[in-house]
């Protein structure tokens, strides 16, 4: 059963908007979230993260929004830029996890057109 | 980056046969993790190690094994590789904590025919 969800497989933007991806999650023990970027042939690299305290952290042009009451996070990437076209993945963490298993989404296939 | 080495980085072998892939950090974090990435199905985690010869299965752990003599190594045997063991694997480090992030290596491409 799928505890991370990100029901959009693919989204288009043009260079310079906003990129809004979506994760939902149905684990309310869910305390810690992150976003990965993956370019082909190579390993996931993290972005950005948040924790369950929070409901917004900033890095650069990315912004994570949590709605814990919506169990829904979005990653927003303000301005686009071409380099940004990857597959994005949300991944969750179970709170009080030493381990910090990450449970993924599927991913969303991001392309910024010019 | 994380210096996190995964090798081979290709591999084909045949139904039947005994594969190990190798993970290798340089930066002696404590936990470590394999998981596989399918079209569909996101990454999902094989096993995992919280020490030197410390480990524990995920959640898609039937047919492979792991070790860990050392703190540096991971390695994940698929004692006798099916067709349905074609995928990508990626290895994970993190030094643990809270708040801490997963670094992943640049995956093994592995087909089994």
């Known amino acids: 059963d799928q505890q991370v969800k990100q029901n959009s497989p693919s989204l288009s933007v043009q260079e310079g908007r906003i990129s809004i991806l979506n994760c939902d999650y149905t684990n309310s023990m869910f305390d810690y979230f992150l976003w990965y970027k993956k370019y082909p042939a190579e390993g996931p690299t993290f972005l950005i993260s948040i924790s369950s305290i929070k409901d917004k952290n900033e890095d650069g042009r990315f912004t994570v929004f949590l709605n814990k009451s919506a169990k829904h996070l979005s990653l927003h990437i303000v301005p686009s830029q071409p380099g940004d076209s990857a597959v994005y993945f949300c991944a969750a963490r179970v709170g009080g996890s030493t381990l910090g298993r990450l449970y993924f989404g599927r991913g969303t296939q991001l392309t910024v057109w010019p | 980056d994380a210096g996190i080495t995964q090798s081979p980085r290709h591999k084909v072998t045949e139904t039947g046969t005994p594969v190990t892939l190798r993970c290798h950090q340089t930066?002696?974090?404590?936990?470590m993790y394999w998981y596989r990435q399918d079209p569909g199905h996101g990454l999902r985690l094989i096993h995992y190690s919280y020490g030197v010869k410390d480990t524990d299965k995920g959640e898609v752990s039937d047919g492979y094994s792991v070790s860990r003599s050392k703190t540096e190594d991971f390695l994940l045997t698929l004692e006798s590789a099916t067709s349905s063991q074609t995928s990508v694997y990626f290895c994970a480090i993190s030094a643990g904590g809270n708040n801490q992030p997963q670094h992943f290596g640049d995956g093994t491409r592995l087909s089994i025919l």
């Open positions: 930066e002696n974090h404590r936990y």
